[in-house]
């Protein structure tokens, strides 16, 4: 497992010990040991420091544009559920910094970002259901009074006689009955 937390380390030792074996003259080439500070072709690049530099640059230039992003796609992780899983990855897209994944789990549709931090949902995407819309309570209240107004209905119901003139036997008696015993 790579820890791209240390690939500025692991980059700056390799460029540091590239450098410590390059030589000290122009583009990391080592001088002549007969040569002085001034060569007789006045101090240019010869032929071959130039050749040596552009294949190295064709070798980092094919590193880049073809090796680089196959190593790249084998460590990017996705996102696999099981067969018959109720948690399904309907739509992913990459962007630099992680990925958006549109995910279906039980009822609910989201939108989930995932990068190196973590997880968040940015937006919940379910379709809402199309239930049937509720009249306002002016609609009810104006519909009602549309009709010709009926008189409230009174229904009588017997009132208990105050508890002073109860006797004791049919209070426990009808105590009975209200707990089953």
């Known amino acids: 497992m790579v820890d791209f937390r240390r690939a500025p380390v692991l980059t700056a030792a390799i460029a540091l010990s590239a450098f410590a074996w390059a030589g000290d003259g122009f583009l990391g080439t080592k001088s002549s040991p007969t040569a002085g500070p001034m060569a007789a072709d006045g101090g240019g690049v010869g032929f ?57 789990a039980k009822s609910k549709t989201l939108l989930l970002s995932v990068h190196a931090q973590g997880v968040s949902c940015l937006a ?22 549309e009709g010709p107004l009926q008189p409230f209905a009174v229904i009588e119901r017997e009132v208990p006689p105050p508890m002073s003139e109860v006797d004791p036997a049919t209070a426990l008696e009808r105590l009975r009955r209200l707990t089953g015993a």
């Open 48 to 104: 071959m420091s130039f050749l040596q530099m552009m294949i190295a640059l064709a070798i980092v230039f094919a590193l880049l544009k073809f090796v680089l992003p196959k190593v790249a796609s084998r460590l990017n992780k996705r996102i696999v559920t099981k067969i018959g899983s109720e948690i399904r990855i309907e739509e992913s897209a990459a962007f630099a910094g992680g990925s958006l994944y549109i995910v279906s």
């Open 124 to 145: 919940d995407l379910t379709e809402p259901k199309s239930e049937p819309e509720q009249p306002a309570f002016q609609d009810i209240v104006d519909r009602e009074m």
